[in-house]
C-alpha cells in the first residue's frame, strides 16, 4: 500500500532517492525518482518541480513521466534533464541511491481531456520532448477519446534526439510521428530542417485542432505561426514557457513575463495570451 501524500510547505523539498538513471544523449540523462517519506501530491502532464542538488542549488523540471507502469500514480517521478550549468550538471551526474530535493507539483497542466473529440497535434523541439511525453503517454492511454493524433519532433543532429524506441512505438499505436533534425549525420534518412517544414504536411483539421508546443522560444512562435496560419485559432494552441524560476510559488517574480507570473500562470499558456508578451525582446 502507498504512503500517503505529504503535505508539505511549498518552499521545502522533500527527500527524494534516484532509483535508475538512464543515458538520453551525451548531455542529458532521465532520473527516476521515489520518496523517502511520503509522496508529494500527483503531478499532471505539463506541471513541474523544483529539483534540489543539495549544497549546489535548485532548479525547475518539468516532469516527462508521472509513474512507471504498475506503480502508484502518487509515488515515482521522472525528470529528463540536460547538463546545463552548476545545478544542472550535479543533478546529472546523481547516482543510484542518491538523494535530491523535490518540491511541487507548480505550474499549470496541458489539460489533455479538454483536447478530447478533436484532433490533436504536438510539436517537440529539443528537450521540449520531455514536458510533453507525460502528454502523450495520457493520449494513448484514453486513445479513443481523441480524433487523429500528429507528433512533430525536431532535433538539432540525430544524436540528439530523445526517446527513440519509444517514439517508434508511438507511431505503432495510431499517432502520426514525422521527425526532423538541423544537421544531418552519416547514415540519417529521414527529414532535414526545422521543425516548423513538419507542419504544412500534417494531416489534421484546422477547425477541430487543439496543438500543443514545447521547445525553444523562437522554435515555438514560428510554429505558431505555421499553425494560425493553417487555421487553428490562437486559442486552442498551447505553449510551455520558460523563464528564471526561484520560488516556484509566485513570491519573488523573478519569473515575470509581462503580467503573467510563469510559475504559478504557467508555464502552459495558451498563444493567445503568450503572444504579444513573447514578441517583446525586452520581456
Known amino acids: 500500500m502507498s504512503a ?13 532517492r534516484v532509483i535508475s538513471r538512464h543515458v538520453d544523449t551525451a548531455d542529458t540523462v532521465t532520473l527516476t525518482l521515489e520518496p523517502d517519506a511520503g509522496p508529494l501530491a500527483q503531478f499532471a502532464p505539463g506541471q513541474f518541480a523544483m529539483l ?10 518539468s516532469v516527462s513521466a508521472i509513474a512507471e507502469p504498475g506503480q502508484s500514480r ?25 538523494v535530491i530535493g523535490v518540491r511541487g507539483p507548480f505550474g499549470t ?26 502528454l502523450v503517454h495520457a493520449i494513448l492511454a484514453d486513445r479513443r477519446r481523441y480524433r487523429h493524433v500528429v507528433l512533430l519532433i525536431g532535433g538539432r543532429t540525430p544524436a540528439d534526439l530523445l526517446y527513440r524506441d519509444e517514439v517508434a512505438r508511438f507511431a505503432a499505436a495510431a499517432v502520426e510521428v514525422a521527425v526532423t533534425v538541423d544537421r544531418p549525420a552519416p547514415g540519417w534518412t529521414g527529414q532535414v530542417g526545422v521543425v516548423t517544414t513538419l507542419v504544412p ?18 522554435m515555438m512562435r514560428f510554429t505558431a505561426q505555421a499553425l494560425i496560419g493553417r487555421g487553428v485559432p490562437a486559442s486552442r494552441v498551447r505553449v510551455s514557457l ?31 495570451r503568450a503572444q504579444p508578451l513573447i514578441s517583446v525582446r525586452e520581456l
Open 242 to 272: 520558460e523563464r528564471n524560476m526561484r520560488c516556484a510559488v509566485g513570491w519573488c517574480g523573478h519569473c515575470q513575463l509581462g503580467p503573467l507570473l510563469l510559475c504559478r500562470d504557467g508555464p502552459v499558456v495558451d498563444y493567445a
Open 52 to 61: 534540489t542538488a543539495y549544497g549546489i542549488g535548485e532548479v525547475p523540471v
Open 74 to 98: 502518487a509515488r515515482r517521478l521522472v525528470h529528463t534533464l540536460r547538463a546545463v550549468g552548476a545545478v544542472t550538471r550535479a543533478l546529472h551526474a546523481a547516482q543510484p541511491g542518491a
Open 201 to 218: 504536411p500534417a494531416r489534421f483539421d484546422p477547425a477541430r485542432t487543439v496543438a500543443f508546443l514545447c521547445g525553444p522560444e523562437i
Open 109 to 134: 497542466a496541458w489539460d489533455e481531456p479538454s483536447a478530447a473529440g478533436q484532433d490533436v497535434v504536438i510539436v517537440a523541439g529539443g528537450i521540449g520532448l520531455a514536458p510533453l511525453r507525460p
Open 4 to 16: 500517503p501524500a505529504v503535505e508539505a510547505g511549498p518552499a521545502v523539498p522533500r527527500p527524494y
